[in-house]
C-alpha cells in the first residue's frame, strides 16, 4: 500500500484544473463577444485598457483590475457591468442589451472555466502568412555559434539585449537527446559510455546513433503521427467497419523515413493500406453535416497539412480567419462521390459544391475529373514546391515536439503570425531543400547549440508576447512516461496490438556478413567463469584494438543460465534460455581503436559457463575473439580482475555442440525488441495521463498535470501492478541498497543521487532491501516532476 506522502506528491505536480467543454466557446461564446464586445475591446481597441483578443488579455483586465474570474462568474466584474441598471457603468455602454439568455451561456461558461479554443481570436489580424517559401538570408553567427538555427535566434536575442541560455550538461543533453529522438531512456550503461567518450563531436555522434534505431524511432514517432492522422487500433467504427486503421502503412513509411511529401501524396492519393485517413469514420445514425465523410475529409488534410481550421467554415463562413463554407464544400467535393450541396448550420442552402482547391494561384482541381484523379491532382498542389504553407506546418510541428513550443502558437493557426518569421521561412525552405526527409530535419534542430541549451521553465501559459529565451521543459506523453516506466521494471506487455513488423530488415541484417562474405569457421571459444567458487554471478570483460571501423562483425552467444552484454557500453544483446543462442550482427557498435566487450552472467542452478565468439573484419582482414583465458572476470562485489577461468571447450558436456556454426556468420532474424506504449490500446491509465482516443485529430496533448491525472497515476491498479512486478525483478538481481539506488536514479535521471537522496533512501531501503521497500522507492522515483519532465 502507498504511503499517503506519496498521494500528495502526486497531486503536488497538478498544475492547473481539468478544463470543461460543458459550453461551445466557438459557436456559442464567442458570437456573443463579437456581437457585444468587439467593438470596444477587440483588435487594437483596448478601452479602458480591456482587450478580448484572447483569453490572456481577457484574463489580464484592464485598467480598474481584474474582469473576470474562472469559476466564479457570481464574483466576476464582466458579469456585473453587463447586468447592472446604472447606466453611467453597464456594458456595452451603448446599442441594445445583452439578451439573458446569452447572459446565462457568458455565466455558464466562466463558471466551467473560461475554456477558450487558442486558435480563435476575438481581433481580426493584419497579418497575413505568404503562400510561397520565402528565402531567408542568415544575420552573422556572433561568439562563433555557426548552426543557422543559432545564427538567427542569437540575432533574435540580441536585438532585446539577452544572451543565449547556458549548454546543458552532456548527462541532461543524453536523457533528452534519446526521449525526444526514440522514446527511451538511455541505460546506465549507455550514459556512463557516453559521458566517458572525450570527442569533442560526441553529441552529433548521438544524435545520429539514436536516429539510426529505425524500429525505436519508428515506435516513438508512431504515437504523434497516430495522433495527426487520427489513427488507432480500438474506438469508433472499427468494430463497425465504419473506419479503417493505416498502421502498417504509417509503421513502415516512418522505419524506412519515407519522404514526406510522399507520405502526404500516398495519404491523399492512397492505396487500400493508407486509405484510412482520409476516409474518416462513418458515424453511426444521424449527423450533422459538418461530420460527413465530404466534410471531414476537408477538415483534417486542412488541419494536418496546412495548419488551417476549417472546422467553423464547415458550417457557416469561418468569423476567426478568412475561410468561407464555400470553400471548405469545394474542398470536400473533391473528394465526394457525389455531387454536394452546401449546408448552412445543418440546413441546405440549394449550392452545390465545385471540387476546387483553396489556393488556385498553384493551379486548381479538373471538376469534371474522376475522383481518383482529382486526389491525385490535389495530391500534387499540396506538396507543390511553391506551397509555402505545406512545408511550414510540418516544421513547426517537429520544432514543437522537439522545443515545446511552435514558432507558431497553437500549431494549428498557422494563419498567426510566428514569434519569428525568420526562422519558420528558413526551417520551412531548408526542409524541402533537404527532400522532406524527417530524420534530417529532427537531426538538424537537435545539433544546433539552442536544442542543447538549458530549458526553460514556464511558470504560466505565454500570451501573444511570447518572447523566445530558450527550449521549453516538456511533460512526457503517455507513451514515453510508460515506456520508461516499462524500461526500468522490466514489465513491457509480452504482446502489442499494431499490426507491424519491427524483426531486423534482411538487407540490415545481414549486410555485414554479405559484404564481406563471412564463411563459417569451426567454434573454438571456450566456456568460461571467474576462479575460485563457483558464484550464482560472474562479470566478465574483454578489451581489444580494432585498426579501422570493421565492415563486418557478428557474434554467437549464450550463457547458462542467464547474460547481458554490451560493447562499448551499449546493449546489444541478453538472454535467460542459454539453449537458444544469441546470434547478432554487431558491426554498428564497434570503433577504430579499443573496444571494450562487458557481459553481465549469471547462474541459476547446476552447471555454470558462458561461450562467446565474434568473427570481425578489419581493414579487409578478418580474425575471432573468443572467451578464453584471455578475458577477465570477477565475483561481483570484488574490486579486483582476474584472468578468466576456461571450464571447457565447446562442444563438451553438459552442454554439446550449442553454438551453431552456420547461423553464427548468416544470423536469423532475431527477436523484436520489447513492446512499447504506441504498439498497444489505450488503457485508463494513458487515457488518464492524456492518450486521446484520436477519433479527431490531435495535435497537441495538454501540457500539463490535472489534478485528478495526478490521483489516477498516484493511486490506479495498472501502475501498481507494474511496480509490484518491477520491484519483484529488481529484488531477484540481488543487489545491495547502495547498488540499486545508484543503477535506478542513473537509469530514471542520468544522474547519481545526491548525498541528501542517498542518505534519505538507503533509510527507506534498509540494509537488505524487500519487495515493499523496492516498490515504495520506484513509485518515489517515478512520482517525481524531475522523472516525468523532459528538461
Not at 285 to 305: K, L, Y
Not at 627 to 645: M, N
Not at 718 to 729: S, T
Amino acid at each position: 500500500m502507498k504511503p499517503l506522502y506519496l498521494l500528495l506528491l502526486a497531486v503536488s505536480i497538478a498544475v492547473s484544473p481539468r478544463p470543461s467543454w460543458a459550453v461551445d466557446f466557438a459557436h456559442e461564446v464567442m458570437p456573443i463577444l463579437r456581437e457585444h464586445c468587439a467593438q470596444c475591446h477587440a483588435g487594437s481597441n483596448q478601452k479602458g485598457g480591456l482587450g478580448m483578443n484572447t483569453r490572456a488579455n481577457l484574463l489580464a483586465g484592464g485598467e480598474s483590475g481584474g474582469v473576470v474570474e474562472p469559476g466564479e462568474a457570481e464574483y466576476s466584474r464582466l458579469i456585473e457591468l453587463i447586468e447592472t441598471d446604472d447606466e453611467s457603468e453597464r456594458m456595452p455602454p451603448d446599442g441594445p442589451r445583452v439578451p439573458p439568455e446569452d447572459v446565462a451561456i457568458l455565466k455558464k461558461w466562466i463558471d466551467a472555466g473560461m475554456a477558450w479554443d487558442p486558435e480563435i481570436t476575438l481581433g481580426e489580424s493584419a497579418w497575413e502568412p505568404e503562400l510561397a517559401p520565402r528565402v531567408v538570408h542568415l544575420p552573422p553567427a556572433r561568439d562563433h555559434r555557426s548552426h543557422p538555427i543559432d545564427r538567427i535566434l542569437d540575432n533574435d536575442l540580441a536585438t532585446r539585449d539577452q544572451t543565449p541560455p547556458p549548454p546543458v550538461s552532456d548527462a541532461v543533453f543524453m536523457r533528452r537527446a534519446s526521449l525526444d529522438a526514440i522514446g527511451l531512456l538511455p541505460s546506465a550503461e549507455e550514459l556512463q559510455a557516453f559521458l566517458a567518450d572525450p570527442a569533442g563531436d560526441k553529441r552529433e555522434r548521438l544524435i545520429k546513433q539514436l536516429l539510426a534505431r529505425e524500429v525505436d524511432y519508428a515506435d516513438h514517432w508512431l504515437t504523434t503521427w497516430n495522433d495527426l492522422l487520427r489513427n488507432d487500433y480500438t474506438g469508433t467504427g472499427y468494430i463497425t467497419g465504419g473506419r479503417t486503421q493505416i498502421t502498417p502503412w504509417l509503421y513502415t513509411a516512418l522505419r524506412l523515413n519515407q519522404p514526406y511529401d510522399e507520405m502526404v501524396r500516398d495519404l491523399i492519393a492512397p492505396s487500400e493500406d493508407s486509405a484510412g485517413f482520409i476516409n474518416g469514420i462513418q458515424w453511426r445514425g444521424d449527423v450533422n453535416a459538418s461530420q460527413t465523410r465530404e466534410i471531414q475529409f476537408a477538415q483534417s488534410i486542412s488541419q494536418v497539412f496546412l495548419g488551417i481550421n476549417m472546422k467553423c467554415a464547415s458550417c457557416h463562413d469561418s468569423f476567426i480567419d478568412r475561410w468561407t463554407l464555400s470553400e471548405a464544400y469545394n474542398l470536400a467535393a473533391i473528394y465526394s462521390d457525389e455531387p454536394l450541396e452546401l449546408n448552412r448550420c445543418d440546413i441546405p442552402i440549394g449550392t452545390m459544391a465545385t471540387p476546387k482547391w483553396i489556393f488556385p494561384e498553384l493551379g486548381d482541381i479538373d471538376p469534371e475529373a474522376p475522383k481518383e484523379k482529382r486526389l491525385e491532382q490535389l495530391a500534387e498542389l499540396m506538396t507543390h514546391p511553391d506551397n509555402g504553407r505545406f512545408t511550414r506546418t510540418i516544421v513547426n510541428r517537429i520544432w514543437e515536439r522537439l522545443m515545446g513550443r511552435g514558432i507558431v502558437h497553437p500549431v494549428d493557426a498557422m494563419g498567426t503570425k510566428p514569434w519569428n518569421d525568420d526562422l519558420l521561412d528558413y526551417l520551412a525552405v531548408r526542409f524541402a531543400q533537404d527532400d522532406y526527409d524527417l530524420k534530417k530535419f529532427i537531426q538538424f534542430v537537435m545539433t544546433s547549440q539552442a536544442y542543447q541549451s538549458e530549458t526553460v521553465v514556464l511558470g504560466k501559459e505565454p500570451g501573444e508576447d511570447y518572447e523566445y529565451a530558450g527550449p521549453i521543459a516538456k511533460r512526457m506523453t503517455a507513451e514515453q512516461l510508460l515506456d520508461s516506466i516499462w524500461q526500468i521494471t522490466g514489465t513491457q506487455p509480452v504482446e502489442m496490438v499494431a499490426d507491424v513488423d519491427r524483426s531486423p530488415r534482411e538487407d540490415v541484417q545481414d549486410n555485414a556478413a554479405q559484404q564481406a562474405r563471412l564463411d563459417p569457421v569451426p567454434i573454438s571459444a571456450q566456456w568460461i567463469w571467474h576462479a575460485g567458487e563457483t558464484g550464482k554471478k560472474s562479470e566478465l570483460r574483454k578489451t581489444f584494438q580494432l585498426n579501422a571501423t570493421p565492415s563486418a562483425a557478428v557474434v554467437s552467444v549464450t550463457c547458462d543460465n542467464a547474460f547481458t552484454m554490451t560493447i562499448n557500453g551499449r546493449q546489444v544483446a541478453a538472454s535467460r534460455q542459454w539453449t537458444e543462442p544469441a546470434y547478432v550482427d554487431v558491426q554498428q557498435y564497434l570503433r577504430a581503436g579499443e573496444n571494450v566487450i562487458e557481459v553481465d552472467a549469471e547462474m541459476f542452478g547446476g552447471a555454470a559457463g558462458f561461450i562467446c565468439q565474434f568473427s570481425v573484419i578489419d581493414g579487409g582482414e578478418r580474425f575471432q575473439v573468443t572467451s578464453d583465458k584471455t578475458w577477465q572476470a570477477r565475483r561481483p562485489g570484488s574490486e579486483q580482475w582476474a584472468t578468466a577461468k576456461e571450464i571447457a571447450p565447446h562442444g563438451a558436456e553438459p552442454w554439446g555442440e550449442i553454438l551453431d556454426i552456420d547461423a553464427s556468420f548468416h544470423p536469423p532474424r532475431g527477436p523484436s525488441p520489447p513492446v512499447r506504449a504506441a504498439l498497444v490500446k489505450n488503457d485508463f491509465l494513458m487515457r488518464s495521463l492524456g492518450r486521446p482516443n484520436r477519433d479527431l485529430v490531435v495535435t497537441s496533448r495538454p501540457a500539463e498535470l490535472t489534478t485528478l491525472q495526478a490521483i489516477d497515476l498516484a493511486n490506479g491498479e495498472i501502475l501498481a501492478n507494474y511496480l509490484n512486478r518491477g520491484a519483484e525483478n529488481l529484488v531477484a538481481e540481488g543487489w545491495t541498497a547502495p547498488e540499486l539506488l545508484e543503477w535506478l536514479y542513473r537509469c530514471a535521471f542520468s544522474r547519481p543521487p545526491t548525498t541528501s537522496e542517498r542518505t534519505y533512501l538507503l533509510e527507506v531501503l534498509g540494509e537488505h532491501p524487500d519487495l515493499v521497500d523496492v516498490e515504495d522507492l520506484l513509485w518515489m522515483v517515478f512520482m517525481q516532476p524531475e522523472f516525468q519532465m523532459i528538461r
